[in-house]
């Protein structure tokens, strides 16, 4: 019986990774697709790979994306740490909890009020829609994300460990730097390749906080798609599912390098 039910399951899992996995692999292949539609596959070429990478102009959205995701993903992890590290160290639990429904506001509510309300301010401020305001936006609606990584790791760390730190005549600031931030090391990196995938993955807000001359992947694809399909596009969209394996396993291996180095500090001890 217990077999059974295992199969079962393994059958469904397989089933779900199908559906998600399925549409993904049909865009990668048709970008090797020697025809211009995906209709059926004439034959294999490299030629819409050549043409994304003659195709200057999506160059240079595809560096301006990836510049905006990396700054505000850092922006936002050292202001989510720091937030973090706030919230688990107020006592009062009213004031505790109100902080964490205010950090979780903008993971509720919905992209398109997110982006209007941010086009709103930017032009109530006389502040240029284009490239800071993209990257203000992304780093705001970031900033909650990292909050919730790395918050339970602050949960998980024993106050003996602080205790003791305070024992041997440790300053704030060295324990800080010796004991919390290598303990949370696993929960800041988890929010910064979140952060990342957000800012790499958002078009409604980005779509109304972009300006003329500025853009970013997603608005531009959009952009395209309304003019007919291109197999360009599959090109691209199998170079940034790569890109994002490749981000993954590095994830990975940073956090599996994390615990392995912090296990061996619990063994010296």
Request: aromatic residues 12%; hydrophobic residues 50%; charged residues 10%.
């Amino acid at each position: 019986m217990t077999q059974r039910r295992f199969k079962w399951s393994s059958i469904y899992l397989l089933l779900v990774f199908v559906i998600l996995y399925a549409p993904i692999l049909f865009l990668i292949v048709y970008s090797f697709n020697s025809g211009t539609t995906m209709d059926h596959f004439d034959g294999f070429t490299l030629a819409h790979y050549a043409t994304l990478f003659a195709d200057t102009r999506l160059i240079a959205i595809v560096l301006q994306t990836l510049l905006i995701a990396l700054l505000s993903a850092l922006i936002a992890t050292t202001i989510g740490t720091l937030g973090a590290l706030w919230i688990q160290q107020t006592s009062r639990p009213f004031f505790k909890n109100s902080l964490l429904s205010f950090n979780n506001i903008l993971i509720v509510s919905p992209d398109v009020i997110i982006g209007a309300s941010f086009l709103i301010f930017f032009t109530t401020l006389s502040i240029p829609l284009g490239f800071t305001s993209v990257l203000i936006s992304h780093t705001a609606f970031s900033i909650p994300i990292v909050v919730l990584m790395v918050l339970p790791r602050l949960k998980e760390l024993n106050g003996s460990m602080l205790d003791a730190a305070a024992d041997l005549g440790a300053t704030q600031s060295q324990t800080l730097r010796d004991v919390i931030i290598p303990f949370i090391t696993p929960g800041i990196f988890a929010g910064f390749f979140m952060a990342l995938t957000y800012s790499l993955d958002d078009f409604a807000v980005t779509f109304f906080v972009t300006g003329n001359g500025f853009s970013t992947l997603s608005v531009e694809i959009y952009s395209r798609a309304r003019q007919g399909i291109s197999l360009e596009i599959n090109a691209l969209s199998g170079l940034l599912f790569v890109l994002t394996l490749v981000l993954i396993v590095g994830y990975y291996i940073v956090s599996q390098s994390s615990q392995r180095r912090l296990l061996r500090k619990k063994a010296r001890c």
